[in-house]
């Protein structure tokens, strides 16, 4: 009876660590630079002299006092919307 017990517990704890690896999958990023815009769905950020429009919404923790001039760090995801396969172009034989 234990064995089973402990077999089943194993299996457990198994499929467990199996789902988190999955969940946890989506690589998060940073960008830290200088808040040039803040709109309702998107802050606006310069780094250097790359301009990143980042999108936000009502689930973005933020500070309510973020002004144009402040330094920020912004942790964000980047996830597909959609893929369009197009045919692959005719090769050229003589």
């Known amino acids: 009876m234990r064995k089973k017990v ?3 517990a194993g299996l457990a704890a198994g499929l467990l660590l199996s789902t ?3 969940a946890g999958a989506t690589k998060t990023y940073q960008v ?3 808040v040039v ?3 309702p769905d998107m802050i606006v950020v310069m780094k250097g002299s790359e301009r990143w429009e980042i999108m936000r ?3 973005t923790k933020m500070p309510d006092n973020i002004q144009k001039g402040a330094k920020v760090t912004i942790t ?3 996830r ?3 893929v369009e396969a197009k045919p692959a172009a005719k090769s ?3």
């Open 80 to 82: 597909a919307e959609s």
């Open 92 to 94: 050229k034989t003589k």
């Open 6 to 8: 402990s077999l089943v």
């Open 76 to 78: 964000y995801r980047m």
């Open 32 to 34: 830290t630079g200088t």
């Open 20 to 22: 988190l690896a999955f």
């Open 57 to 59: 919404d009502g689930s």
């Open 37 to 39: 815009d803040v709109m």
